[in-house]
Nanobody, 118 residues
Framework: VQLQASGGGLVQAGGSLRLSCAAS????????MGWYRQAPGKERELVAS???????NYADSVKGRFTISRDSAKNTMFLQMNNLKPEDTAVYYC?????????????WGQGTQVTVSS
């Protein structure tokens, strides 16, 4: 199973970006999925998560600005980021709780850089 994250880039403050994360491989089902981020010198933190039933959870710092969604038929997750701020600058990682042919475990994507200039 692999997770492929994409959509990062450089944007000015107030701008928008949309991240995508696609799961592929020997997948039986994709359970909860989530986006995390890690800024230089800081610990990785949860940004948003979405369950198999599409229940969502957001970090307080992104509520009202970010929207997480998923296309379960395509095993893909999205993060729409609006009104971006310089403090959103980080490497964004996706993860997913996947049931595969060999069992169930958490997988991580490779990370995509988001840079917000002031």
């Amino acid at each position: 199973v692999q997770l492929q994250a994409s959509g990062g880039g450089l944007v000015q403050a107030g701008g928008s970006l949309r991240l995508s994360c696609a799961a592929s491989g020997s997948i039986v089902s994709v359970n909860a999925m989530g986006w995390y981020r890690q800024a230089p010198g800081k610990e990785r933190e949860l940004v948003a998560s979405i369950g198999a039933g599409e229940n969502t959870n957001y970090a307080d710092s992104v509520k009202g600005r970010f929207t997480i969604s998923r296309d379960s038929a395509k095993n893909t997750m999205f993060l729409q980021m609006n009104n971006l701020k310089p403090e959103d600058t980080a490497v964004y990682y996706c993860n997913a709780d996947v049931t595969g042919w060999l069992g169930r475990r958490i997988y991580w994507g490779q990370g995509t850089q988001v840079t917000v200039s002031s």
